[in-house]
């Protein structure tokens, strides 16, 4: 499986952003997918999955501003960020497992198993 991210950048609060990322390979290892979140000093998080039967999950914090979304295809991945704050700036993620439990794992060990992960963009909003 191969992870390509894009988009980022920097915009005040408020202003949007909006991510994406090019995922290929098996589809079994590409099952789930979702956009993860690393602050400064903090531990890396989910902000928004998607699984194979197109169930979505949020962070409680981006509910109602943060939507992802994936081309009919699913090779392609959006995150849609919007009424963003400061809180929100951080190092961004996409990755892609068998299940989303394999990437919350990764997440948590900040070790890449069943998952793949790209490189990370920075998104940082100002005050």
């Known amino acids: 499986v191969h992870v390509t991210e894009s988009g980022g950048g920097s915009v005040q609060t408020g202003g949007s952003l909006r991510l994406s990322c090019t995922i290929s390979g098996d589809t079994y290892f590409r099952a789930s997918m979702g956009w993860f979140r690393q602050s400064a000093g903090q531990e890396r998080e989910a902000v928004a999955t998607?699984?194979?039967?197109?169930?979505?999950k949020y962070a409680d914090s981006v509910k109602g501003r943060f939507t992802i979304s994936q081309d009919n295809a699913k090779t392609t991945l959006y995150l849609q960020m919007n009424s963003l704050i400061p809180e929100d700036t951080g190092e961004y993620y996409c990755?892609?497992?068998?299940?989303?439990?394999?990437?919350?794992?990764?997440?948590?060990?900040?070790?890449?198993?069943?998952?793949?992960w790209g490189k990370g963009n920075q998104g940082t909003v100002s005050s």
């Open positions: 998607v699984d194979s039967d197109d169930s979505v």
């Open positions: 990755a892609a497992a068998p299940t989303r439990d394999s990437l919350i794992v990764d997440a948590k060990t900040g070790r890449p198993g069943f998952g793949t």
